[in-house]
Structures are given as C-alpha cells and as structure tokens.
C-alpha cells in the first residue's frame, strides 16, 4: 500500500487560498500519478485533479477548474494542491492518494475504494 500523509488544511474565508501538502517517507512519488479528492460531510468521496508521473493534470471534475491546479516537487518528495477563491462548498477532508496511472487511481478510488487512504487534511472554508 502507498500511504501518503496530507497536510495544509485549516479555516480559511470565503475567496481564500490554501495551499495542501501530500507528502510520502516510504517511497518517492514522482514515480507515481499522485491525485487529490475529498469528502464533505454527508457526502461521498469525490476526485478533484491528479498529476500523471510525467507531470501531466488530469482533471477528474469540473468545479475545480480555473481554481485549483497540481504541482509537484520532486525534491521536496512532495505533491501540492493549490486552492484560490475557495468557496464555502470546498469545505471536506482532502486525501491524497498514489497509483501507476490517474485512471487506475480514479478507478481504485471511487469505484472499488481499494485506496489505503490516509487521515486526510481539514479545510473548512467559513467567514
């Protein structure tokens, strides 16, 4: 399993920025298509974008777009989720989560949950 940790979140107002975090000490991730989702209270997990090994964005939905972009820092062993103009609707969990391409992992994610998900990142997005 590819455990990876999130991290970044916190109480930010409406038309904010934050910046998330997904980092991994077991393995390097640019190896790996890393991709962000999350999961509003009540409601089922959902996939935001993913960044393929090769650096490629693939966007698993369309609320995002214009908003949120992926990068990666190899050096750094880490992947961001960058979030500007935040909406009150953008309030979840975000995990993070790694396999050999973005479709497997969207499949793994949303159709069979055989993701081994981690704790996840709080975002909470309120004036």
């Known amino acids: 399993q590819l455990q990876l940790v999130e991290s970044g979140g916190g109480l930010v107002p409406p038309g904010g920025s934050l910046t998330l975090s997904c980092t991994a000490s077991?393995?390097?991730?640019?190896?790996?298509?890393i991709g962000w989702f999350r999961q509003a209270p009540g409601k089922e997990r959902e996939g935001l974008l993913c960044?393929?090994?090769?650096?490629?964005?693939?966007n698993y939905a369309d609320f995002g777009k214009g908003r949120f972009t992926i990068s990666r820092d190899s050096a750094k062993n880490a992947v961001y989720l960058h979030m500007n103009s935040l909406k009150r609707e953008d309030t979840a969990v975000y995990y993070c989560?790694?396999?050999?391409?973005?479709?497997?992992?969207?499949?793994?994610?949303?159709?069979?949950?055989?993701?081994?998900w981690g704790r996840g990142t709080q975002v909470t997005v309120s004036s």
């Open positions: 989560a790694a396999e050999e391409t973005c479709r497997r992992l969207q499949v793994a994610a949303l159709a069979t949950d055989s993701v081994s």
């Open positions: 077991t393995f390097e991730l640019h190896y790996y298509a």
């Open positions: 960044l393929t090994s090769t650096d490629n964005t693939i």
